[in-house]
């Protein structure tokens, strides 16, 4: 990777035929030292969207990739609260769904993240939770922002 990098025909953000760039595989599927190199990049888009919208971060969220979460919300330019264009789903309702509870903690720290975030269907983070029986997840949500 380190090579391909290296060279300056290379381009790194370069999306395939589902406007999936490296990164988002990579984040995909928990390339945790490949998504830091590529971070390293000026170059990387790191809020690039797939064709059904999602973006690198709600790749590794919906997955429960943690570290790549944490590297990608290490990025001041990533958006941590943006919706797919399919459903309407935040990272953090993805990772709530999936019940993924390390994901939805790091989520959870930022002031950028609505807890309350309605999908296409007027799901929210919480309700998601709830359907899947993710109790733990449920909690911290809410802790986080309770219902009044």
Not at 3 to 25: A, C, F, H, S
Not at 33 to 47: A, F
Not at 83 to 95: E, H, I
């Amino acid at each position: 990777m380190k090579i391909l990098l290296g060279r300056k025909e290379v381009n790194p953000d370069t999306p395939d035929m589902y406007r999936q760039t490296p990164l988002w595989q990579a984040a995909q599927y928990g390339f945790k030292g490949i998504v830091k190199l590529l971070l390293e990049r000026n170059d990387i888009n790191p809020n690039s969207t797939s064709k059904s919208g999602q973006t690198p971060l709600s790749r590794a969220a919906v997955k429960g990739h943690e570290g790549v979460v944490k590297l990608l919300l290490g990025r001041k330019d990533v958006n941590p609260d943006t919706p797919d264009t399919r459903d309407g789903r935040t990272p953090l309702s993805l990772a709530a769904d999936n019940g993924h509870e390390g994901v939805v903690k790091l989520l959870l720290e930022r002031k950028d993240v609505n807890p309350n975030s309605r999908g296409k269907f007027g799901e929210t983070p919480l309700t998601l939770s709830t359907k899947n029986r993710h109790y733990r997840v449920a909690k911290l949500l809410q802790d986080r922002h309770p219902p009044p």
